[in-house]
């Protein structure tokens, strides 16, 4: 169909990737489930999409990796066509700590996945999307976090610069393919139950911090899904370059 929205959700096999993944089927977006390592939970997705009347399909790349990433495009655009959304989602935090104990590669790490492969995947995703380039337009949702506003002292300020790199390229590449028929937009989400936490070595995070929310209370990705799927959809046909706070008031 030419009218046909495909999505591509990077790291759509956890949290909020996987919220705005369920959520984009429901509102009958043909979604492509990225995913680096866990193909059972993105194939979890994927059949939850299918069980809700939806469809997906799930595609190994590791946005690390230029050459992963245009293995992802080539696969996309042989199979369904030219991409038309994108919630560039993909990323990691690394061992919390302060900076001065922080591992070289582990930083090193973060800034490949968060920056370089964020941009590599909108560098992407607007080849397919660009009506200069052939094809119908698009919106593009980048995944950003409070923590480039606050700095996440004492625990993550190299992935709070990664994101804050993430904020000025929003800005940037929403100006320069505006009248190419892309949008860009970008998520800040606060305090979100997800796993990335314990990931990070800190599982009781949210318990610690949530009481800082003037909400009082930590966020749901499902939360978070919602605002995205909003700046995916014409409802947001106005805003381009915007970054939406999603953190209870935080």
């Known amino acids: 169909m030419n009218d046909e929205k495909i999505l591509l959700v990077t790291g759509g096999s956890r949290g909020i990737g996987a919220a705005a993944a369920r959520a984009a089927g429901r509102e009958g977006y043909r979604v492509i489930v990225n995913y680096v390592s866990d193909e059972k939970s993105a194939q979890q997705v994927v059949s939850d999409i299918e069980k809700a009347g939806g469809r997906a399909d799930a595609v190994q790349a590791d946005v690390g990796q230029e050459k992963d990433i245009l293995r992802l495009f080539k696969t996309i655009a042989k199979q369904y066509g030219r991409l038309t959304h994108l919630v560039n989602n993909a990323g990691i935090i690394g ?5 001065a104990d922080a591992d070289p590669a582990m930083m090193r790490a973060v800034i490949d996945v968060n920056v370089t492969g964020a941009i590599l995947v909108a560098r992407e995703a607007v080849k397919q999307m660009s009506t200069a380039r052939g094809g119908k337009g698009g919106a593009i949702v980048n995944l950003s976090s409070m923590a480039a506003i606050l700095g996440a002292p004492g625990e993550y300020t190299w992935y709070a610069a990664s994101k804050g790199a993430i904020d000025s390229f929003t800005i940037g590449l929403s100006r320069e ?14 305090l979100i139950e997800t796993d990335i936490h314990a990931a990070g070595g800190q599982p009781d995070r949210l318990e610690r911090l949530a009481h800082l929310t003037p909400i009082g209370r930590a966020g749901k990705a499902e939360e978070v899904a919602a605002a995205i799927l909003w700046l995916l959809s014409d409802d947001a046909s106005y805003v381009t370059g915007s970054n939406l706070r999603v953190s209870g008031g935080r």
Not at 95 to 99: Q, S
Not at 181 to 187: I, P, S, T, W
């Open 95 to 99: 061992r919390a700590g302060p900076l």
């Open 177 to 190: 393919v505006a009248k190419e028929g892309v949008r860009v937009n970008a998520v800040s989400p606060g």
